[in-house]
């Protein structure tokens, strides 16, 4: 007699898993190679397994735990399963990936799949928005198709997504399990690798029958700043999980894009699982696509110019209690900007008040040549900012004030006047007040402070800025930029299509191909609305 809890054969289930993690800003002059995913991530075979556990680090100085370690501990609760580790690797938001890297990442999770032997299924955790240079579709496609052919036509496949990912049909039909974090911020990896665990291995016991319907919207941006415990988000995740109560629905996703990519398909989408019920799910999608249109147009905050937000700095009785943090929303490092911005520095240099700012850029060329300086002394140099990030450049004369190698980044302190200004070898995060500590500074007494993150900052700034400007910059991150984009598929907030369903149409038949190719020197100024993204692939 076949034990239930035993997969075909009555012999254990064997089910690989893995991971291919980045997103991409195709903006940034930065590229990603190997070295920056073996830098950040890069596990396999018994290493893997054990991050893994409950008592691993699966992503180190992210989370302890998180889609891999929720995979392992539903095949663990499941009994009978034997979890196969392949390979995981992630890089921290940058540029496109080389097609070399790409490769090297694609053919070692293919050997590695070869390699495990006969499988029944395979679980991936994917981002959703990777992006490589010259590659037309969408690289989590040819990942998954890769796969297929790797392990065979009657495994079972599952993968998670990033809800910042952007969904086309090449991923959708490849899977027989999708499923999206909830959060923003993220904070439910492992539950996310839970529940696609779960799935899986309830599809490979015949206890399920996973079929699927999805609707793309022509959306790119909304939803305020897609926080998904805020209004007018909340709605859509709330409405989610009331859907799910239903025992014949399996699953409901909702991604609302990285909007720095080239993908010509991009837009938001929603995903709908039920157990055998097509009809079900069809009738589920059009529900919650029509939830998540109606939360599109919430206007974007205030945006402040550089030359404004210092005069709101000036005149702000916020900044008796703390430094105000300026935002810097174009340059911003989380999403994958190389951090290069020089117009704070520019505009501090030309400001009278003598405001005490702190100010990182990247310039690993200035960070050369000032790094081997003693502290102290006083040099002078060019700021030029990211190499072909096209920022103003900025003659500076100052002093050494500190220098920092740590976890954090490489990085000289160079004062100037009541100026800091933090020269940084690698895309600084100055996420945390230690930032500025390790560099001698106490954060409290500035009277601002630039950032190059969203949201994550204010968890460990909490006691610290009580004051929050966004500034644009013309960077990589431009929310303007993306909100002007010309599309040959009308798309909110640059148009404002009367109905969801007849983008939902194009979008899901266009499939993905490159709106541009990437410019590994983007112009400054208005032309960066971008033309050229009302035309795919060149
Ligand atoms: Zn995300």
Redesign the pocket.
């Known amino acids: 007699m076949i034990r239930l809890d035993l997969g075909r054969g009555g012999r254990p289930l064997r089910i690989g898993y893995g991971r291919i993690f980045h997103?991409a800003c195709a903006d940034s002059p930065l590229l990603t190679t190997r070295e920056n995913f073996e830098r950040m991530h890069h596990l396999d075979g018994e290493a893997l397994a054990r991050a893994t556990t409950l008592r691993g680090t699966e992503l180190k100085s992210f989370f302890p735990h998180a889609e891999l370690t929720g995979f392992a501990q539903a095949a663990r609760l499941a009994g009978g399963v034997d979890a196969v580790p392949l390979v995981s690797s992630l890089a921290i938001p940058s540029g496109p990936l080389t097609r070399e890297c790409f490769d090297w990442l694609v053919d070692g999770m293919v050997q590695r799949v070869e390699r495990a032997g006969r499988l029944d299924g395979l679980y991936l955790a994917l981002h959703g928005s990777m992006e490589v240079l010259g590659l037309d579709e969408a690289p989590e496609a040819v990942i998954l198709r890769r796969v297929r052919e790797a392990v065979g036509p009657d495994a079972t496949l599952a993968a998670s997504f990033?809800?910042?990912g952007n969904l086309s049909a090449p991923i959708v039909d490849a899977l027989d399990v999708l499923v999206a974090y909830r959060s923003?911020p993220?904070w439910d990896l492992a539950p996310t690798g839970f529940r696609a665990g779960n799935r899986l291995i309830r599809a490979l016991r015949g206890q399920i029958q996973p079929v699927h319907a999805w609707r793309k919207l022509p959306v790119v941006l909304g939803g305020g700043i897609n926080i998904d415990f805020l209004p007018p988000l909340r709605s859509v995740f709330r409405f989610m999980k009331r859907l799910e109560r239903d025992p014949r629905v399996l699953s409901t996703s909702f991604f609302t894009v990285?909007p720095f990519t080239s993908a010509a398909d991009l837009g938001w989408a929603v995903h709908v699982s039920t157990d055998g019920d097509p009809a079900l799910a069809e009738r589920l999608a059009d529900q919650l696509a029509e939830r998540a249109w109606a939360t599109r147009r919430v206007p974007l905050p205030k945006l402040y110019e550089v030359d404004e937000a210092l005069e709101a700095v000036a005149t702000s009785p916020w900044r008796r209690l703390g430094p105000v943090t300026l935002v810097d929303a174009d340059d911003i490092v989380g999403a994958g900007a190389p951090g290069g911005n020089t117009r704070f520095i520019e505009a501090l240099m030309r400001d009278g008040r003598g405001l005490r700012a702190l100010v990182p850029v990247h310039d690993p060329q200035a960070f050369e040549q000032v790094s081997s300086e003693p502290v102290g002394a006083t040099v002078e140099l060019a700021l030029r900012g990211t190499p072909g990030y096209a920022q103003p450049e900025v003659t500076l004369r100052g002093t050494i004030g500190a220098k920092s190698d740590s976890d954090l980044g490489r990085r000289v302190r160079l004062d100037i006047g009541p100026l800091r200004v933090a020269i940084c070898a690698e895309p600084p995060l100055p996420i945390h007040p230690k930032y500025w500590r390790e560099l001698g500074v106490n954060p409290r007494e500035a009277d601002l402070m630039v950032q190059k993150n969203f949201f994550h900052y204010r968890l460990f700034h909490a006691t610290t800025s009580f004051r929050h400007l966004p500034v644009v910059s013309r960077g990589a991150t431009s929310l303007r930029s993306v909100a002007v984009a010309e599309w040959d598929i009308p798309r909110y907030p640059s148009s404002d299509p009367p109905d969801w369903r007849e983008g939902d149409r194009a979008l899901r038949a266009a499939g993905r191909t490159r709106r541009q190719a990437h410019a590994p020197s983007p112009p400054s100024g208005s032309e960066r609305g971008s033309p050229s993204r009302s035309h795919p692939a060149g």
Request: hydrophobic share 15%; charged share 30%; glycine share 0%.
């Open positions: 997103e990033d809800l910042h923003n993220h990285h």
